[in-house]
């Protein structure tokens, strides 16, 4: 293999690894904004679920007053 050959082995390894490196940068982004979104949603649910019994509470509360 001569020097040539070496050289353009060595561009097509790191050609390759780039692409590699430019992927799993993608796929950590998407990894990242997927976590976030649950972590959100996880948020929502927990303030949708106070929010439910703090208004169970209150008409609990109403209906010993009209009582």
Known sequence: ?????????????AVTAQEAADEA????HSAGQTLSDKYDEAKLNLA??????EQERNFTDMGRILL
């Open 25 to 28: 940068r993608e796929k950590m």
């Open 1 to 13: 293999m001569d020097r040539k050959d070496m050289k353009k082995m060595l561009a097509a390894i």
């Open 48 to 53: 949708f679920s106070r929010t439910k019994t």
